[in-house]
């Protein structure tokens, strides 16, 4: 369970803390004055917020019992896997409202996939005197991922950048998160599953 948290907040959190990086990437927020900016980039938050994340998670609460928590969890790396191959294989230089829906498709994702599901089964499947531990080591191992990639985020994004807010590296990094998601996909196979059991 830490190993697809770690996964999961890895690629969560260096994508979130610089989503103005991204949509800069395919031309959404590039704008002259700062009134522009800070008005765009309001605007994206709010698409990616209600166009992705709470659908997202309303649809992870209307079926986690349903479909089961490990399924959704390996749908939803797989399905992040594949996007984070596509968006890393397009050109992000080009202004592609199509890129821009991968992107919140992404946050519908994360939200109905591995985002929530690394929350609700560490509650479940680890025995009850050791649950609130094991729970905090899955969190702990899971930030410490979250803070190596926004670590290596930013200095890799800009890596042979011949002009300011160049972000040569974008691809490449959208590739490197597919195959974190990959590895997240291949370590939810040892997840038991928790749907309809007593705690």
Request: charged share 10%; aromatic share 12%; hydrophobic share 45%.
């Amino acid at each position: 369970q830490s190993c697809t948290k770690a996964n999961i907040e890895s690629a969560f959190y260096g994508l979130e803390l610089n989503n103005t990086i991204i949509l800069g990437a395919i031309n959404w927020t590039n704008v002259n004055n700062v009134y522009e900016i800070l008005y765009r980039n309001a605007v994206e938050n709010l698409i990616l917020i209600c166009g992705g994340a709470i659908p997202g998670y309303l649809v992870t609460i209307a079926t986690v019992d349903k479909i089961g928590r490990k399924r959704i969890q390996l749908l939803g790396f797989l399905m992040l896997s594949v996007l984070f191959a596509v968006i890393g294989l397009a050109n992000l230089d080009q202004n592609d409202s199509g890129l821009l829906a991968l992107y919140v498709l992404t946050h519908f994702c994360f939200n109905f996939g591995p985002y929530a599901t690394t929350f609700i089964l560490p509650g479940e499947c680890f025995p009850t005197r050791y649950r609130a531990t094991a729970h905090g080591i899955s969190a702990a191992v899971g930030k410490i991922g979250a803070l190596i990639a926004q670590c290596i985020f930013v200095p890799l994004v800009y890596r042979g950048a011949k002009t300011p807010g160049d972000a040569p590296w974008l691809n490449h990094v959208m590739v490197i998160f597919s195959g974190f998601m990959l590895c997240g996909f291949a370590t939810s196979f040892f997840i038991p599953e928790t749907r309809r059991q007593s705690l």
